[in-house]
């Protein structure tokens, strides 16, 4: 029987999820915060960095293609939680692999490796996802998104800016082996028998929930997916996806080295990135969650695009003119303002997307909507990153924000009615 003297089923769940996307966020904080940063130093140009980054993302954007197995592939043996275990030790080995390497020399073969790590990642994202749709429920969605975006941004945070501070002092491989120890020792949590009984249902229930989903037949796994694919709220979520956060994850993409080309020390970077970027993304991530839940999630949607425009506007200026000298203050300052507006954004969008990933293939679904994110990161990120240095940070930053503000609108708008899947 559940301990009805401790924790409340909600906070539990906001511990656990909060843990495991924990460690979904310490590698992401790492390659694509860091790396950037130590590549720069180490003489790599800012198109082969973004490019770099960018084709990471890949994986992250096509993971939908392989979710439906983590839907199919399930028994009474073989749960979500080995799906993220089993993702977990293989994300550890990659990452170990860069001990031995250098990274001015084997940029080719880091890649390579990275990628791996990215689509081992992936995967692990397509199971937290599963578990966390499958064990919530629909009026705390809100709050619950935003306690999740918090624990992975504090991962991003520690592993981010926090490596950038560590790697000067201790050296990369240091930093390494401790994001290979800080990504595999939460699997441990999978194993208590308090996210078992918090997470999992009896094996009758469990196998009723597999058979419903995949028809019993890999034919009914086919038919679900064209179920899936012919609901107008599928694409109306993955142009959601794909589009309104075009603005911020470019600015991403970019940051670290428009900060180093703006004569901000790499020190400030790593602080900038670890206390002021994290801590207001963390704080709108939990706000965003409340308003969410209050609001609803269509206009917390609304505000938080708003918010995040204004934001990624007053950075891009900010960093337009290397030759501009910037008070600290002042761009701490635009930073939190910004941070806010993304962790708002996204705490309320996911709860939004959440509500659409209906069934059937509900993880599915909802895999396809994050990839779609992740394709938002790709496509915005290598656009700001092969442009800006002949456009312009301003032009390039503020036509991205129009998008992200164009699809948001767009998609919110086509919400209004009804969307179903044709008879």
Not at 141 to 151: D, E, I, S
Not at 310 to 334: E, H, N, R, T, Y
Request: glycine content about 12%; overall charge neutral; aromatic content about 10%.
């Amino acid at each position: 029987m559940t301990d009805q003297s401790g924790p409340s089923p909600f906070a539990r769940r906001a511990l656990l999820f909060s843990l495991l996307y924990f460690s979904e966020g310490a590698p992401i904080g790492f390659i694509w915060w860091a790396l950037p940063t130590v590549l720069s130093q180490r003489g790599v140009s800012l198109a082969d960095t973004t490019a770099l980054t960018a084709t990471l993302v890949l994986p992250w954007t096509f993971k939908f293609l392989w979710a439906p197995l983590v839907d199919w592939l399930q028994s009474p043996w073989w749960h979500l939680r080995h799906w993220i275990v089993t993702s977990q030790l293989l994300m550890v080995a990659t990452l170990a692999s860069l001990l031995t390497l250098d990274l001015g020399s084997h940029l080719s073969l880091i890649g390579g490796i990275l990628f791996f790590h990215a689509v081992a990642a992936a995967t692990q994202d397509v199971s937290i996802d599963a578990l966390c749709i499958a064990s919530s429920h629909h009026e705390e969605r809100g709050r619950l998104n935003g306690w999740m975006q918090a624990g992975m941004l504090l991962g991003r945070s520690l592993f981010g800016g926090g490596s950038i501070l560590l790697i000067a002092k201790f050296g990369f491989r240091a930093q390494v082996t401790l994001l290979c120890l800080a990504t595999g020792t939460t699997a441990l949590l999978l194993f208590s028998s308090w996210a078992r009984d918090l997470s999992w249902r009896s094996t009758a229930d469990f196998q009723a929930q597999v058979n419903e989903s995949s028809g019993e037949n890999p034919g009914g796994m086919v038919r679900q997916l064209m179920t899936v694919l012919r609901t107008p709220t599928t694409w109306i979520g993955l142009g959601f996806a794909l589009s309104a956060g075009a603005g911020f994850e470019a600015l991403g993409a970019v940051q670290s080295p428009l900060l180093l080309q703006n004569g901000f020390s790499d020190e400030f970077i790593g602080w900038l990135l670890l206390v002021p970027n994290v801590g207001g993304m963390m704080l709108g991530s939990l706000a965003g969650g409340w308003l969410a839940d209050r609001w609803g999630h269509r206009r917390a949607v609304l505000f938080g695009t708003v918010m995040t425009g204004a934001g990624v506007s007053l950075v891009a200026w900010a960093l337009s003119d290397p030759g501009k000298a910037i008070p600290v203050s002042q761009m701490v300052s635009i930073y939190i303002f910004e941070a806010m507006g993304v962790g708002l954004l996204t705490a309320s969008s996911y709860a939004l997307l959440m509500d659409l990933a209906q069934p059937p293939l509900s993880a599915t679904r909802y895999s396809l909507f994050m990839a779609g994110t992740n394709g938002c990161e790709f496509w915005a990120g290598l656009l700001a990153g092969q442009t800006i240095a002949a456009r312009g940070t301003i032009p390039i930053l503020g036509a991205l924000t129009a998008v992200s503000l164009g699809g948001a609108l767009t998609a919110l708008l086509l919400l209004r009615r009804p969307a179903v899947a044709p008879g």
